[in-house]
C-alpha cells in the first residue's frame, strides 16, 4: 500500500493499490481510450468528461501521468507523437452523461 501524501509532504492514511499487469498492446490501448476527444473543438475527452460529472478529476490526471509515464519507459508514443482519436457524430454538440441515476450505483465505495 502507497502512503498518500499531504500537501506539506506528511503522510496521513494508507491508499490501497492494486497491481494490473498489462502487455504493450493493452497499455497502448488504455494509452488511447484515455485520449479519445470529443466534438465539436477537440478540446476535452471522453475520459476527462467522465471524470468531471463524478468528481474524480484529480484521480483521472493522476491516472494519465501513470500510463503516461508507463508508455514512455516502455518507448511507446504518447503526446504528439500518439495518433489522435476524434468521434464524428452528425449531432452539433455530444456530451457524456451517466446512464443509471440511481444515488445508490453512482457512490461506490472503492477500497
Request: proline residues 5%; charged residues 30%.
Amino acid at each position: 500500500m502507497a502512503r498518500k501524501k499531504t500537501a506539506r509532504g506528511s503522510t496521513t492514511k494508507k491508499v490501497k493499490t492494486i497491481r494490473l499487469e498489462v502487455t504493450p498492446q493493452e497499455l497502448v490501448h488504455i494509452r488511447d481510450l484515455m485520449s479519445v476527444v470529443l466534438p465539436p473543438d477537440g478540446e476535452r475527452t471522453i475520459s476527462s468528461c467522465l471524470a468531471l460529472i463524478t468528481r474524480r478529476q484529480v484521480k483521472e490526471g493522476l491516472l494519465w501521468k501513470k500510463v503516461s509515464a508507463a508508455c514512455k519507459r516502455h518507448k511507446i508514443p504518447v503526446g504528439e507523437q500518439a495518433p489522435d482519436y476524434y468521434l464524428d457524430l452528425c449531432a452539433p454538440v455530444i456530451d457524456v452523461f451517466a446512464a443509471n441515476t440511481d444515488d445508490e450505483l453512482e457512490d461506490v465505495a472503492v477500497e
